[in-house]
């Protein structure tokens, strides 16, 4: 049961592809394959990682849409950021990242530090502050990562604190 590999920009709709004399095909009236080895390293950076996008506005023309995967190396955080209005889910792929952020629900803000494992997902609501971290010695933790926005949004963030509500 072995098909044929599409070629990159193949889409699902084969008689929609461009012909000489015919206007090209947009970008939301097929479906995009984009290989592992074709993922954009051009995007939004945090220090301590690499993002890489897969699906954005720039690459197949989603709206309200990003997805793509980051790698944190070994024994590496990840500078303290938020990702402004997108929500963020995160499934991990390997390694064991720990991603921490600061529950203001008490009287006094406590580090939370979230432990995970292959097959483990996060959410991330809009605004809030975290960083990712790999305490792993030997090996790289890769995550696969799924936006609400059109491209990947990454603010930095000069120490890890909690925003007031409304101050967003």
Known sequence: MSEPLTTPGEGFHPHLHDAAGHPATPLRTRLHHVRAD???????????????????GKAV???KLWMGQTHVAPSTSS??????ESETAIYVVSGHPEFVFLDGAGPQPQEVRLRTSPGDYIFVPPFVPHREENPDPAEEAVVVIARSTQEAI????????????GDV
């Open 79 to 84: 500078s303290d950021h938020h990702h402004g």
């Open 38 to 56: 074709a993922l954009d390293g051009d995007t939004a950076q945090t220090g301590g990682m690499r993002r890489f996008a897969a699906v954005s």
């Open 61 to 63: 023309g989603s709206e």
């Open 154 to 165: 990454v603010v930095n963030l000069p120490q890890l604190y909690a925003l007031p509500a």
